[in-house]
């Protein structure tokens, strides 16, 4: 099997575990560690997006 296929179909099975998991982590006490590293990749300023 191609190695992008095995890719996919690993996170078809595993993606709700995983997401599962993120939410719990989100609600606990590690949510601010979360929320620390989610925003430290945002940028500083909001931009503005303009659509057609």
Known sequence: ?????????????????FGDIRRVE???PDAQAWKNF?????PEKKTSVSLM
């Open 26 to 28: 989100l609600a606990g």
């Open 38 to 42: 989610i925003t430290s990749y945002l």
């Open 1 to 17: 099997m191609e190695f992008d296929k095995r890719v996919q179909n690993y996170w078809n099975v595993r993606s709700k575990e």
